[in-house]
């Protein structure tokens, strides 16, 4: 369904419980960007009204998702550490070339978003599946409904907006393809997407 061409190795979630508060940090400061995508997305594209007021909920529901790992953090005695740059990201966002339309840009925009949430959802069930944490493999569960539906409506948005919708879904493969040779490199940090 998510259209991923490699998955997650399951062996990351062995590394991710050794070392819970990173992977905890990690998630909140990636719910945060997930919420200050929205607002750019909003401050960029504000004569799209069903975008905008898409992003408005998303805000809300992902600094719902902050407050959500930020509580897991504090209930086990930890406090929130400082931001770490996201390596899976800095990297995803060299693919498409800058310049071009604003129609251009927005397209980009929506797909990196909703490749990053579908990688989010993908980790999401991983840990929901073998984490040892019973708490913890719950809370993963109940937010992997949530990426879905973040990452269908980026894609949905996409191809909406993009001006030829073969473009699109052609984009849309080749960043597949793109994230697949960057996940090969990746996944052996305790980080949600690295």
């Known amino acids: 369904m998510l259209g991923l061409k490699l998955p997650t190795d399951p062996r990351w979630v062995n590394i991710v419980e ?5 992977i905890l940090t990690d998630h909140a400061y990636c719910e945060q960007k997930a919420a200050s995508t929205a607002i750019s997305l909003i401050i960029g594209f504000p004569e799209k009204t069903e975008l905008v007021q898409e992003m408005i909920a998303l805000v809300k529901e992902e600094m719902s998702h902050f407050k ?13 550490g400082r931001e770490r740059k996201d390596a899976y990201v800095i990297e995803l966002m060299k693919f498409f070339p800058k310049g071009g339309s604003r129609t251009t ?18 980790r999401f069930r991983l840990l929901s599946e073998n984490i ?8 993963y569960r109940n937010l992997m409904v949530s ?3 973040h990452y269908t409506m980026f894609l949905t948005f996409a191809r909406k907006y993009g001006e030829n919708l073969d473009e699109v ?18 996944g052996k940090k305790e980080t949600m997407h690295g």
Do not use: P
């Open 105 to 122: 840009h927005l397209v980009h925009k929506l797909l990196y978003a909703a490749l990053i949430e579908a990688r989010s959802c993908e």
């Open 169 to 186: 879904n052609q984009k849309w493969q080749d960043l597949l393809t793109y994230e697949a040779e960057l996940m090969s490199n990746l």
């Open 68 to 80: 959500l790992v930020h509580d897991h953090i504090v209930k086990r005695g930890w406090t929130l």
């Open 132 to 139: 040892a944490d019973q708490e913890l493999a719950t809370f």
């Open 18 to 22: 050794k070392n819970i508060e990173e």
């Open 147 to 149: 990426e879905a539906n």
